[in-house]
């Protein structure tokens, strides 16, 4: 039996939207499990963490991710372009030159980023794939997600169709069969998919977009078998205008219409970005009890928008957080996303104030996003998003937290320490990390892990692949 007890905690944010704080000051965990919270005095046997001045949230939920981009933070061919250029310019241009050993650091340097920002459940969509692949990168992701303990869920991308951007660019971009790849989500939901709702390893169905990556009959009958092994789905979506512009050309309809038309639309679905959506279009997944991961930093950076999750969680829409990939978002970790998320949805708002003589009713929007909703949408809305119960600080839900001590000159001042993690930016270092009642992190430290020795790993990696991508 393995039983912690965390005591003396200054302040405790639940994940909950009913009750978003705790009184208690004292937390127990019992085999994966919390059993108790409140004024609680340690018992025989049990392991106790002084959380003294220390805040705890549940432990982040990411649920869109490109592990393998971890290699190409700040690549300058793609730096100041939108997402377009971008994606011929860094993406596309590089995959072809991974190998088993740079995959394997970008994997591990992007978990561990995330793992320090107090991250415990990981929705990687992973898409690096094309035909007499030389190695399994599904098997290299769960190997270094479970040296770490985290909680894993791998998004099975992929495509049948090429789009005509990448027709000039290196055989690692042809396709594959759509044959192929539903032969490998079976293989991969027969060797890792958990379906319980405890579970540390799950498949999804995630071709890279469902406009440009698949064809229609495929789209449909890729959600069917998906719903017939019990899986869920996932995708990119209305990041830009381009899909606008695409769904109108390419099938007469907008995006979103075009999803449902070939079912992919329901609450087993979830799409990256929606930074596009028409009015339409957040009403009907709202009415479907779909999901978004909301990736701030990386529509920021590319330029393409703010999507208005305070519209979308009034209709319906499931909400959650993801940091997108590396290569279009330099702080991929959920500390990070979490402050963006709060900023840019009151930024948002603001954008849209007009003068009274116009017709205005508001001056900005400060009220647009509380400190409790972006915790809320980055821990419990990716749990349901993924199916998981994690995300919520309270008996009998998973012992997934993170125990944040506030020990930089960022947090002195504070009036309500509760909220430092989020609304003073930067990484707030870990007294404890704790997925599944196991002790990840201890005093800042991952156990196993050299950071010294992982960022040399990670130079190496950088010149090989600059090398290769100039052949």
């Known amino acids: 039996m393995s039983q912690l007890l965390i005591q003396h905690c200054a302040a405790i944010l639940t994940g909950d939207k009913q009750q978003p704080r705790s009184s208690a000051r004292d937390i127990r965990l019992r085999d994966g499990l919390i059993v108790e919270m409140g004024e609680l005095d340690a018992v025989a046997d049990e392991t106790v963490i002084d959380a003294r001045d220390c805040v705890v949230y549940p432990g982040w939920v990411n649920t869109h991710h490109h592990l393998f981009q971890s290699l190409l933070k700040g690549e300058p061919q793609g730096l100041n372009l939108s997402l377009g250029g971008w994606l011929a310019a860094t993406p596309y241009r590089f995959r072809g030159a991974f190998d088993e050993q740079t995959f394997r650091i970008a994997a591990r340097v992007g978990l561990v980023e995330l793992v320090r920002s107090g991250c415990t459940t990981i929705a990687d969509h992973h898409y690096l794939y094309w035909p007499d692949m030389p190695f399994d990168g599904a098997e290299i992701l769960f190997d270094e997600a479970d040296k770490l303990g985290v909680r894993f869920v791998l998004c099975r991308g992929g495509a049948t169709q090429s789009r005509g951007l990448e027709s000039d660019l290196p055989t690692a971009l042809r396709p594959e069969s759509f044959d192929s790849m539903m032969t490998d989500v079976d293989r991969l939901v027969a060797r890792y998919h958990q379906p319980q709702d405890s579970a540390m390893r799950r498949i999804v169905m995630a071709p890279t977009t469902t406009l440009h990556s698949t ?52 609450d087993d679905v979830w799409f990256a970005h929606l930074v ?196």
Not at 216 to 243: C, F, G
Not at 357 to 367: C, K, L, N, R, S
Request: some cysteine.
């Open 276 to 471: 596009k959506l028409l009015p339409e279009e957040i009403a009907m997944l709202g009415a479907a009890g779909s999901g978004i991961a909301h990736c701030p930093q990386s529509n920021a950076r590319l330029g393409s928008g703010i999507a208005d999750l305070v519209a979308m969680e009034h209709a319906g829409v499931k909400i959650s957080i993801g940091v997108d990939g590396a290569a279009s978002n330099e702080a991929a970790d959920m500390q990070s996303e979490a402050h963006a998320a709060w900023q840019l949805q009151r930024a948002r708002k603001g954008m849209l104030a007009q003068p009274r003589y116009a017709g205005g009713t508001f001056e900005g929007g400060g009220d647009a996003a509380r400190i409790e909703d972006v915790v809320r949408w980055g821990t419990s809305g990716g749990a349901q998003v993924l199916g998981l119960n994690t995300g919520r600080l309270a008996p009998g839900m998973a012992a997934d937290m993170a125990i944040y001590r506030l020990d930089d000159p960022r947090y002195f001042g504070l009036h309500d320490p509760a909220i430092g993690p989020v609304a003073s930016g930067g990484r707030a270092s870990l007294k404890a990390l704790i997925c599944a009642g196991k002790l990840l992190v201890q005093d800042d430290v991952i156990a196993g892990v050299d950071l010294a020795e992982l960022g040399r790993d990670a130079a190496q990696a950088v010149k090989t692949l600059q090398q290769r991508a100039a052949v």
């Open 215 to 266: 064809t229609p009959q495929e789209l449909r009958e890729s959600a069917r078998l998906a719903r017939q092994l019990d899986i869920r789905l996932h995708s990119h979506l209305s990041e830009t205008v381009d899909y606008l512009d695409a769904a109108r050309a390419k099938f007469g309809m907008t995006p979103l219409q075009f999803c449902a038309e070939h079912d992919w639309i329901g």
